[in-house]
Each structure stands twice: as structure tokens, then as C-alpha cells.
């Protein structure tokens, strides 16, 4: 065989083989979903076959043409079967449901109620002298009535949103699907002035998904933060007991001080996501979050 010959030989052998490097990586982000690899290197390498493509058809260099075309095709695939993974991973994501109350949750209703109860007869309750009993339990019998009186339209209309809640129910909205579900049949005039308070502090939250009800036991969501435990008993999903001066003996839940400890927690939970993800063959998202019940 001559030199030529032999140099050609060589020269397709090459080429050959750096072309079908790609075909384990098919075969492993089809199993893995690719999620390590990165868009930007696998874009170079797309441009740079293109460029080599193009330089071999100039010069009429049969093995060069002949491999950047696989390369071509390979990368192609693995950058769209990253793509359509990527966009699987999201879907089950967004299925994951948090539902959350709205009162001593989003809004800080027992300052309110303080507030008007301690204007009507002149006193000075605070937080803590209600702590482990609800308001009517720690004033005169005579009040009860005028002080839930209290709870009319405009009660609703006012509230002061607890620190990071916004930011955190946002946060939460991105990744997830997040209701709002209050038990608004126990008050039923507060409906309009509830819904008022949500579009003016929560507008990303669309009106589909703010659930007015009674018995939660109806919701059909992953999570409920709630600061009444008596909304848990029924619920089919996790419980996250957020805490209020009412339930501080609650030992019964889980429970989350405030929204820096909810953001924790749900991030802690993608955490988990990922390491699992990344270590395993897409596993559904019950095995990735354990405490995700079946649906
Ligand atoms: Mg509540």
C-alpha cells in the first residue's frame, strides 16, 4: 500500500473514531437526561464541526466532511434530547401543589383584631397574652360577641402581609404551582375584600388560583401551610404547621416560624430533588421527594 494511501487510511480512521466518541454520550443522556452537560460547550462543538464541515467541502477532503457530519448529527441529538429532558423535569415540577391559608399565614389578622378590640374597650392585649389560646378564650364572655363582630368586610381589607411573604410565595410560584386556599365560609362577607387584599399584594397569583372554602380536606395539593391544625386531620397531603401565639403547643405537625423558615424548607426539598436526579435514571417524583404522597 502506498504512503498516500496508508496517510489516508490513517487520516479516515481518526476522524472516525472522534465522531463516534459522541455515540456513549447519546446513549447516556438518553438514560440520564444530560442535565451536567453544558448548552455552551455543546453549541462550540456544533459550530466548530459546522466550521470543519465547511472546510473539508471546500477542499474537497472526503473524511472530513464525512466525519464532522456525524458529529454534527450526534451533537444535534444530545443538545435535543438535553432539551426535551429539561423540559419533562419542569412539568413534573410545576405538578408539585402548595396550598396556603391566607389569615396568621399571608396576613397578620390577629394584629388587626388586637388592634380594634384594644381601640373598642382600652386595653392593651398583645401577641403574647393570647399565646396558646385564640382571643375569645382570653377575654371577658361579654365581649366575645362585639369582638367577633369585629371580623366584618373591612377587617380584610387592610392587613399587614407577614415579612418575606411576598417574595417567598413568588419564589415558590416560579417553581411550583401555589394556591391560596382560606376557609372563607367561616367569615362569609370577607370573600370580596379577601380577594382585593390577594390582587393587591400577590397580582402573580391568578385568580384560578385562590381557593375560597371550608372544609380543606377537599384541596388536592402536596403541601398545606396552615397555622390550624384542625385543617390537617383530613388533608391527604403534608402538613406545615405555620406558627401563630394560638398553636404554640401544638406538638402534633411540623411547623415553620416564618417565611424565611418555609423557604428553607422547600428548598432543602429541591435539594433533594436534584441530588437525586442527578444520580439516578429519572425516577418519578414520588421516589425523588419521599414525602410527596402518590397521586
Ligand atoms: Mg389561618
Avoid at 388586637?114 to 381601640?119: P, S, V
Avoid at 404551582?177 to 387584599?197: G, I, N, T
Avoid at 401563630?244 to 433533594?272: C, I, K, L, M
Wanted: charged share 20%; net charge neutral; hydrophobic share 45%.
Amino acid at each position: 500500500m502506498s504512503d498516500v494511501s496508508w496517510s489516508a487510511l490513517i487520516g479516515t480512521a481518526g476522524a472516525a473514531c472522534s465522531a463516534l466518541s459522541f455515540l456513549p454520550q447519546v446513549l447516556k443522556v438518553r438514560r440520564q437526561g444530560g442535565r451536567d452537560l453544558s448548552t455552551g460547550m455543546l453549541a462550540l462543538l456544533l459550530a466548530g464541526a459546522c466550521f470543519w464541515f465547511a472546510y473539508g467541502m471546500l477542499n474537497q477532503a472526503t473524511a472530513v466532511v464525512a466525519a464532522n457530519t456525524a458529529v454534527i448529527i450526534l451533537v444535534s441529538t444530545v443538545a435535543a434530547m438535553k432539551a426535551v429532558h429539561h423540559s419533562r423535569s419542569s412539568n413534573r415540577e410545576r405538578r408539585y401543589r402548595i396550598a396556603i391559608d391566607m389569615d396568621e399565614v399571608m396576613a397578620d389578622a390577629l394584629a388587626e383584631h388586637l388592634r380594634r378590640y384594644n381601640a373598642a374597650y382600652g386595653t392593651s392585649l398583645t401577641p403574647a397574652d393570647v399565646r396558646g389560646r385564640h382571643l375569645e378564650e382570653c377575654i371577658p364572655p361579654a365581649h366575645r360577641a362585639a369582638a367577633e363582630a369585629m371580623l366584618d368586610a373591612s377587617f380584610f381589607e387592610d392587613l399587614e402581609v407577614f415579612p418575606d411573604c411576598q417574595s417567598v410565595v413568588r419564589e415558590l410560584a416560579e417553581r411550583y404551582e401555589v394556591f391560596v386556599a382560606s376557609a372563607a365560609m367561616d367569615v362569609p362577607c370577607s370573600f370580596d375584600a379577601k380577594y382585593r387584599w390577594l390582587r393587591r399584594h400577590f397580582p402573580f397569583i391568578p385568580p384560578s388560583h385562590i381557593v375560597f372554602c371550608g372544609d380543606k380536606s377537599i384541596l388536592d395539593a402536596h403541601y398545606l401551610i396552615d397555622d390550624r391544625s384542625r385543617h390537617f386531620a383530613r388533608f391527604k397531603g403534608k402538613p406545615l404547621l405555620f406558627s401563630a401565639p394560638h398553636n404554640a403547643a401544638e406538638t402534633a405537625y411540623p411547623r415553620v416560624a416564618s417565611w424565611q423558615e418555609v423557604r428553607d424548607h422547600f428548598a432543602g426539598r429541591a435539594a433533594a430533588n436534584h441530588a437525586a436526579h442527578s444520580s439516578r435514571m429519572d425516577p418519578p417524583l414520588t421516589e425523588i421527594i419521599p414525602d410527596i404522597p402518590q397521586t
